[in-house]
Nanobody
């Protein structure tokens, strides 16, 4: 069992930056591949970024590639999402998720694969 708590979401102007954090407690953090997803009002939850257990492999949705960076600090039990050049279409509730994964270098893109989810943090980008 692992508990995830996101933080860092707030109102920001277009072109600005935010860093989201997700602190995990419970089982050993390093056994989980991690991901960030988001859900805008009236839309389905969508994949944003993922990172492997090792931290060496990452993957991004096309819509955020080059603007967002996912990273993890296993010593601090925390995964981050650095978001730059924010756009109004980035407005959503952002969720972190953890997937118990035996493969040290694998990440997951599909929400249904993830075992644990945080409660979400709201990001609002004004134009």
């Amino acid at each position: 069992q692992v508990q995830l708590v996101e933080s860092g979401g707030k109102l920001v102007q277009a072109g600005g930056s935010l860093r989201l954090s997700c602190l995990a407690s419970g089982r050993a953090f390093s056994i989980y591949a991690l991901g960030w997803f988001r859900q805008a009002p009236g839309k389905e939850r969508e994949f944003v970024a993922a990172i492997s257990r090792s931290g060496g492999n990452t993957y991004y949705a096309d819509s955020v590639n080059g603007r967002f960076t996912i990273s993890r600090d296993n010593a601090k039990n925390t995964v981050y999402l650095q978001m730059n050049s924010l756009k109004p279409e980035d407005t959503a509730v952002y969720y972190c998720a953890a997937d118990f994964n035996v493969d040290y270098n694998r990440y997951e893109l599909t929400a249904s694969v993830y075992d644990y989810w945080g409660q979400g943090t709201q990001v609002t980008v004004s134009s």
